[in-house]
């Protein structure tokens, strides 16, 4: 028994290092004011980093840009699968299926692939270094999670409520908001925020079709690390700068989310 | 007044044949009843009429008006489902008031017809419960007031007490046939259940594979069956093969059967579809076979295959000839298996079909 609960504790914890390790690392580099390479621990800790990449111009477009275009993200996504995630969860038809195979495909293509075809279609087209022609881009890799959420969530509403509100007097329409949308929201929220985190996190796309023209908040702490020379501690207060608000919005909504599921009448 | 009417109906599924009905007619104010095993067409022809199915070909009438185009929406029935089909998010009250608010129906008046609807079905301290904190048959309460306070043209019940458990269902049953009787409302029951379909309609159709077999009574088609397929549907019945041998009584019906084996049994048929030294099967059910005290008219000997107690009764299986029949005796009699026993076969009610 005893030694049962050990092993549960060293694997449990092994994970939760794994994910908490980097974490830490970040958050010691952004807070570190004075640390010098034979000190195990910062001398001295303060905001000096997080005033420094605020104060930089180009890193606070790069939060707007981030945090502008993830919502925008985030709204097209939803606005083309929510109709789609309808049309596929209710009629399981092979059309149905031959489409979701081929969108759930994307998720196993590596994002470089995708952004090898699109370079020269944007050369082409003059839409590099384009902020709105980013939209279409983050979309790419966002559709088919988005697309799996939505669609599983109409997937579980039985068809007999969308027969019963028709005899009731409910047109195709009205099927949808006053019975689809009710049954469905959560599904649809939680893939308005895969959307939404899919965009904040987009790297290789955007830095193959915007840089240097449109730096988002990845691609800025890309350049502090991998760019001419290593500065890790903008690079670290700016990624938790991505990380809060992130982290802020998911714990939001999945408690509201957790709320309405015990409130609910499923 | 709502008279329904199926005009040469057909609807084909993946080139199987799921509705095929040359015409029916649902009278003004009856309790119909579309009863056959699954697959027999019933919930189609249902679907059909709801508006949900359309009919690959012909027409559906209401009091004479073609409807086939018609989307459900426009229709104004009512329909209860075998799920019930209530709105998971919505309390039995929302549920109830779904179709009224989309008729854009005044607060006030939603209110009362509510209440009329909730006292009618003895749901009042329901309404404000959400789905899943009811009982099956408080659910299908709330499903059927929530298909009568629209006030529809017709109601349509597809198999809505099949998921409730036996005794429930038997009650439920009258009360259902009452409602309708009281609000007089053109119905449809579509059930595969012949006690519950006798129990509640004025009129029934039988259904196989998609076509209808025979419509009457719930006495006229359990009595008269006129095909094989409807003899076997309802009750216990064993088929005995034979040929007419003679016409005894032209108004009656009464005719003489000559089995395969050679046993000449005296019974009821059709003169129009039989005549003689016609093909047919004679359907025998338990109750026309009683035990004969004496030399009778129509009295056979059998053998006592099997003996079943049933608590109210003694099944037995029975063999006469080279056929297999089932009757019952009280359960105070009991008869060993391997008797010899004489068993009388009333003429008046045994059927003869066309084979």
């Known amino acids: 028994m005893r030694k049962q609960k050990i092993w549960d504790i060293l694997i449990i914890g092994l994970v939760v290092a794994y994910i908490v390790l980097p974490l830490l690392v970040l958050v010691e580099y952004a807070f570190a004011e004075v640390w010098y390479a034979y000190q195990l621990f910062p001398s001295k800790l303060g905001f000096k980093w997080f005033s420094w990449v605020l104060e930089n111009y180009d890193t606070r477009m790069s939060f707007i840009y981030s945090y502008t275009l993830a919502p925008l993200v985030m709204i097209a996504t939803l606005a083309l699968c929510i109709p789609a995630g309808y049309v596929l969860g209710t009629r399981r038809n092979k059309l149905s299926l031959i489409t979701e195979n081929l969108v759930n495909m994307n998720m196993a293509l590596p994002v470089i692939v995708i952004g090898v075809g699109l370079l020269p279609l944007y050369s082409r087209l003059g839409l590099l270094n384009n902020y709105w022609a980013l939209i279409p881009a983050h979309m790419i890799g966002a559709i088919p999670y988005t697309l799996r959420s939505i669609t599983a969530a109409f997937m579980q509403v039985p068809r007999e409520l969308e027969e019963v509100a028709r005899v009731l007097g409910a047109s195709k329409l009205k099927v949808i908001q006053k019975v689809y949308i009710p049954l469905t929201w959560r599904g649809i929220l939680a893939g308005g925020v895969f959307a939404f985190s899919w965009s904040l996190n987009e790297f290789i796309l955007t830095m193959l079709l915007g840089f240097p023209g449109v730096k988002t908040l990845p691609v800025s702490i890309y350049e502090y690390v991998g760019g001419y020379y290593l500065t890790p501690q903008p690079a670290a207060a700016l990624s938790l700068l991505i990380v809060v608000p992130a982290i802020g919005i998911a714990a939001f909504l999945e408690k509201y989310l957790q709320v309405s599921l015990g409130l609910g009448g499923g | ?55 690959d070909r012909g027409r559906v009438l209401v009091d004479g008006e073609d409807i086939t185009d018609k989307p459900p929406e426009k229709r104004n029935m009512g329909m209860v489902f075998q799920s019930w089909a209530l709105f998971p998010h919505l309390t039995a009250y929302e549920n109830i008031a779904f179709g009224l608010r989309l008729r854009k129906i005044p607060e006030d008046e939603i209110k009362a017809r509510i209440k009329w609807a909730a006292e009618l079905l003895q749901i009042e301290e329901l309404l404000d419960r959400y789905p899943h904190q009811m009982s099956g048959g408080q659910q299908q309460r709330v499903a059927v007031a929530r298909a009568i306070v629209l006030q529809p043209r017709a109601l349509l019940f597809d198999e809505p007490l099949s998921n409730l458990d036996a005794k429930l269902r038997e009650q439920v049953r009258f009360e259902l046939r009452k409602l309708q009787k009281r609000l007089k409302i053109t119905s449809i029951y579509v059930t595969h259940d012949q006690a519950e379909a006798f129990a509640i309609c004025d009129r029934i159709a039988i259904l196989n594979k998609g076509k209808i077999q025979q419509i009457g009574t719930p006495e006229e088609i359990y009595n008269r069956p006129a095909t094989k397929f409807v003899a076997g549907f309802l009750g216990v019945t064993r088929f005995i093969r034979g040929k007419v041998v003679e016409i005894l009584n032209k108004d009656t019906g009464q005719v003489l059967v000559e089995t395969e084996d050679h046993i000449v049994i005296k019974a009821t048929g059709n003169l129009q579809k039989i005549s003689k030294s016609s093909n047919v099967l004679l359907v025998i059910r338990p109750e026309h076979i009683v035990l004969a005290e004496e030399s009778n008219d129509n009295v056979f000997e059998a053998v006592v295959e099997r003996a079943t107690y049933t608590g109210d009764a003694i099944d037995y299986d029975i063999k006469l000839g080279k056929w297999n029949l089932r009757f019952k005796t009280p359960a105070n009699l009991r008869i060993s298996p391997g008797s010899v026993i004489k068993v009388r076969i009333d003429p008046s009610r045994v059927v003869v079909i066309p084979d």
């Open chain 2, 1 to 55: 007044m709502v008279v329904i009417v199926l005009e040469n109906i057909l609807k084909k599924f993946k080139g199987v044949v799921a509705a095929d009905i040359p015409y029916l007619k649902i009278e003004d104010k009856e309790f119909f009843g579309l009863l056959g095993p699954s697959g027999s067409g019933k919930t189609t022809t249902l679907r059909i009429i709801a508006g949900l199915t359309k009919p």
